[in-house]
């Protein structure tokens, strides 16, 4: 099983840095892949960015390549969104996520989700 927990989330002017963690408390996700997927407000959710099990291959939103690195650590069982130059179009609810297998694909969802953390990014 798993259970996620992001943190992190906050204000930051335009141009500002912003670094979400995620924790799985149960540390059962050490070989699934995982990413970060967000939602703004009357919109759906979007994919973010994803790291395979060991974190030989990430994947990225056009929008964010270039600014947003993710990282994991999986001794402690954290997922990490280091989040530079960010922009007013980048506020959204930001949700840790899990997959059920070692390596990601976007032809299907991650089975595991956390409750979010809210990135507000002003102008």
């Known amino acids: 099983q798993v259970q996620l927990t992001e943190s992190g989330g906050g204000l930051v002017q335009a141009g500002g840095s912003l670094r979400l963690t995620c924790t799985n408390a149960?540390?059962?996700?050490?070989?699934?892949?995982m990413g970060w997927f967000r939602q703004a407000p009357g919109q759906e959710r979007d994919f973010v960015a994803a790291?395979?099990?060991?974190?030989?291959?990430?994947d990225y939103a056009d929008s964010v390549k270039g600014r947003f690195t993710i990282s994991r650590d999986r001794a402690t069982s954290t997922l990490y969104l280091q989040m530079n130059e960010l922009k007013p179009e980048d506020t959204a609810v930001y949700y840790c996520?899990?997959?059920?297998?070692?390596?990601?694909?976007?032809?299907?969802?991650?089975?595991?989700w956390g409750k979010g953390t809210l990135v507000t990014v002003s102008s």
């Open positions: 996520a899990a997959d059920r297998l070692s390596y990601y694909s976007r032809s299907r969802p991650m089975t595991y």
């Open positions: 149960r540390r059962t996700a050490s070989n699934n892949a």
């Open positions: 790291i395979s099990w060991n974190g030989d291959r990430t």
